[in-house]
């Protein structure tokens, strides 16, 4: 689309630049009207090219500080990543601790249940022995003891019964104390289960809130990257466009070159003074013509010049002003009675002072840019009664 708008500039302005140099060429005469027209679509060609290149300069102020941004966003984004990765590895680890823990709960649930089981079965053991001293009649120890034959057979059935005794207690002992070690140890796990539970959770919604704002950085450097792309596809256009108001300045140039010819080789032809008895005061085109100019009234014509160029008076007449007079510069006034005079302004040097008789034609003063001037040229004005006219009026 920006190659198509490009192609496009560079076809009018060609197509401008021919048009207006066959009708150069074509034409018989030229008018200064011609010049000024030429000029200012030049001075246009030339206003685009400095917007460009003001543009081209403003963009790439405007690139480098999306590049300083992006840079930032990459250092953030870098140590936002580090503290993620960091974050996960932890989260694993906790998740692989808690997951050892889960196994610790099962096998002590098994441990548990297995105690337990014994216990119920040594308590169903001792409920049978005991059942079958009630079956045999309520026999007690000391009854067993005193049924005994002999000092022996006390002897062995105290043995007996002493380590029946002790077996079945010992027994109950070492279970209910397996157990209550069991129970005590899924306290200690529960515990320790509960607390790896919340640095999981902990952990975990870390690792989002880090990916969360990892995104963020990556979507935001994205968009100053697109907004880097979208300068520099400008700059590419401004660009092209530069080469195309060049070539167009340049024509423009060459064309005006053209007109400026064609008017000095007109006025050097003019030998006659006008019927108002004026001829040019110098040798060149007009590059600015009487009327508004810049907001304001330019109350003559400029006529360009090479710097040293002599200029002449437009009528024979008295001077009366030869001096440095404010924007007008080193500044040469000729009065020729009934009110009418010329000036002759930005001149670099005189050749005339004031109350000196001079004749049409005679040099009064070379070419300069003194006063408000951007170059050398003569300043003309003709005033009659002090105010301004049109010298075009005037001249041949």
């Known amino acids: 689309m920006q190659r198509s708008w490009s192609f496009a500039i560079k076809q009018v302005i060609v197509f401008t630049v021919t048009l207006s140099l066959m009708w150069i060429n074509i034409a018989h005469a030229v008018t200064n009207n011609d010049l000024v027209e030429t000029e200012k679509k030049m001075n246009n060609a030339r206003a685009n090219i400095n917007k460009g290149d003001t543009d081209k300069a403003q963009l790439n102020t405007e690139i480098k500080s999306v590049d300083g941004r992006v840079a930032a966003i990459e250092t953030a984004l870098n140590k936002i990543d580090g503290q993620l990765s960091k974050a996960e590895k932890t989260k694993n680890a906790i998740t692989a601790e808690l997951n050892v823990l889960k196994q610790k709960m099962a096998k002590s649930q098994t441990e548990l249940n297995e105690a337990t089981k014994k216990l119920e079965v040594l308590t169903e053991t001792l409920n049978q022995r005991a059942g079958s001293f009630y079956k045999n009649g309520d026999i007690s120890f000391i009854e067993v003891l005193l049924a005994a034959q002999d000092f022996n057979d006390f002897l062995v059935r105290a043995r007996f019964l002493q380590i029946i005794v002790s077996s079945d207690t010992q027994l109950v002992l070492d279970i209910k104390s397996t157990r209550a070690k069991i129970l005590k140890a899924r306290v200690a796990i529960e515990r320790d289960k509960k607390q790896t539970e919340a640095r999981e959770a902990e952990f975990k919604a870390e690792v989002n809130r880090l990916a969360s704002l990892s995104r963020q950085q990556r979507n935001k450097r994205d968009q100053e990257k697109a907004q880097k792309r979208a300068k520099e596809q400008l700059i590419t256009k401004i660009e092209s466009d530069r080469e195309s108001w060049l070539a167009a300045e340049a024509e423009f140039s060459r064309s005006a070159a053209l007109i400026r010819q064609k008017l000095a080789k007109s006025r050097q032809a003019t030998s006659k003074p006008s019927v108002k008895g004026f001829i040019w005061p110098a040798t060149g085109p007009m590059s600015s013509p009487f009327g508004q100019r810049w907001g304001r009234k330019h109350e003559g014509i400029d006529i360009s ?30 009065d020729h009675g009934g009110g009418v005079e010329t000036w002759y302004g930005h001149n670099s040097s005189f050749a005339v002072s004031a109350g000196q008789n001079v004749s049409q034609g005679q040099i009064i003063a070379n070419a300069g840019s003194t006063g408000n001037s951007t170059g050398p040229h003569v300043h003309f004005e003709v005033r009659i009664n002090g105010a301004a006219q049109n010298p075009l009026n005037y001249l041949p």
């Open 305 to 334: 010049v090479s710097y040293g160029s002599p200029v002449t008076a437009s009528k024979a007449g008295r001077v009366a002003i030869a001096k440095y007079y404010g924007g007008y510069g080193n500044l040469v006034v000729i």
